[in-house]
């Protein structure tokens, strides 16, 4: 019985891990991506100004909307109605990864 109980506990324990790693590439992915497709313009991190003056940097971007309407924006074609910034499409798979990492912007996960 106690066997059992410990086999399941460990799977759980396991699986949670695997969970947290997953996690941590989607947001590794998504940090890619706005580096490769944002970040000439965009600061995507924490702290420091935007090579573009014009463009916010993205935790400012995060305060003002927060992740949930940024993932809607990705979806249906990111266009700020700005000239200097191009239209993105992103893929779901895609958009999960950058709004995973947007998130960590504000300070949650
Ligand atoms: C060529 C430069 C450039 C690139 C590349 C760029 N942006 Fe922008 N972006 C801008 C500028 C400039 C603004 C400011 C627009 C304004 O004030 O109207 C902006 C504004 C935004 C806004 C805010 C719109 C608003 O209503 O406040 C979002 C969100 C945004 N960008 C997301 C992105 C994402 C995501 C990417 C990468 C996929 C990206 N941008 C790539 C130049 C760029």
Not at 65 to 91: I, K, T
Request: proline share 6%; charged share 20%.
């Amino acid at each position: 019985m106690r066997a059992i109980a410990l086999t399941v506990l460990f799977i759980a324990a396991a699986d949670a891990a695997v969970a947290q790693q997953d996690a941590a590439e989607l947001r590794e992915r998504g940090k890619a991506l706005l580096a490769e497709k944002c970040s000439r313009c965009h600061q995507i991190g924490t702290t420091g100004a935007s090579p573009l003056a014009q463009a916010p940097p993205f935790r400012t971007i995060m305060q003002r909307y927060g992740p949930q309407s940024l993932e809607e924006a990705l979806a249906e074609g990111l266009s700020s109605g700005h000239e200097a910034m191009p239209e993105f499409v992103f893929e779901p798979h895609d958009i999960a990864a950058i709004v995973s990492y947007l998130a960590t912007l504000r300070g949650g996960r």
